[in-house]
């Protein structure tokens, strides 16, 4: 029996790992932000194309799941469903960042709730050291159906990891599956502690405020003896609960 070239194999074990990545993300984002409507993408080895998994599954497609792999031209290539009416958020991220290679979408409830106050989401506790002085702001209330729109919401994400849609919802990115997706899950979480402080007095925080925390988080981090890991331990963390199938929901709360 003729082997496969260890290269397509390679390839293959590549994808089947992406596959599972993407569907673990999509959970973990679905029960934190408790939106159905979302969707994670990465790209596909070589730069071929886009993967792309729906936080919710194919109205007729039984348990499978929504993983659709297009092409820049959205051409579909393979998988379940079709690529989602807002696919060029991907392509066009991807076309001018080289550094990006995985993307969440999401409608993130109190980031959008921020965002119509005009109120910049920021560095506000020590979990959200990511958003620096503030996440940019995408201003019209759009879906970003066309490569037009999908150019300039990455031209306001710049060189920034998320970037948040007037009334619409969150673009967070990263090198990998597992950064884009944490970027999400914090921001949404940022955004809940953000909105608590401002009916509190908070008026949002100051230079030297940011400064501090980021100094702070630098040293925490500056050990180079601590342990490279494959993924994050919040990614372990939740990972491991869809595995045991200990499903929880945070939504609104």
Avoid at 16 to 23: G, H, P, S
Avoid at 94 to 115: Q, Y
């Amino acid at each position: 029996m003729k082997k496969k070239p260890q290269r397509v194999t390679a390839k293959r074990g590549i994808a089947k790992q992406t596959d599972a990545e993407l569907k673990i993300a999509a959970k973990i984002l679905e029960w934190e932000i408790g939106d159905i409507w979302g969707h994670v993408g990465v790209r596909l080895p070589e730069d071929e194309g886009i993967a792309v998994q729906m936080f919710r599954r194919p109205e007729g497609e039984g348990d499978k799941d929504w993983l659709v792999r297009f092409d820049y031209s959205l051409k579909k290539l393979s998988g379940v469903g079709t690529p989602p009416r807002e696919s060029t958020i991907y392509t066009e991220i991807f076309k001018v960042r080289p550094d990006v290679n995985a993307v969440v979408h999401s409608h993130a409830p109190a980031c959008i709730a921020l965002g119509l106050a005009d109120k910049k989401l920021a560095c506000v506790h020590m979990q959200s050291f990511r958003f620096g002085a503030g996440v940019p702001v995408y201003p019209r209330p759009i879906y970003i159906l066309d490569s037009n729109e999908g150019a300039e919401l990455a031209r306001a994400l710049d060189d920034a990891s998320a970037v948040m849609i007037k009334g619409h919802g969150i673009v967070t990115v990263g090198k990998t599956i597992d950064e884009a997706s944490m970027t999400a899950l914090y921001m949404e979480r940022t955004a809940k502690i953000q909105a608590m402080a401002h009916l509190l007095g908070f008026t949002g925080p100051t230079e030297d405020f940011i400064e501090e925390l980021t100094a702070s988080k630098d040293k925490l981090f500056a050990d180079v003896n601590r342990m490279k890991m494959a993924h994050s331990a919040e990614w372990r963390y939740y990972s491991d609960k869809i595995k045991k199938n200990e499903k929880w929901t945070r939504g609104w709360s």
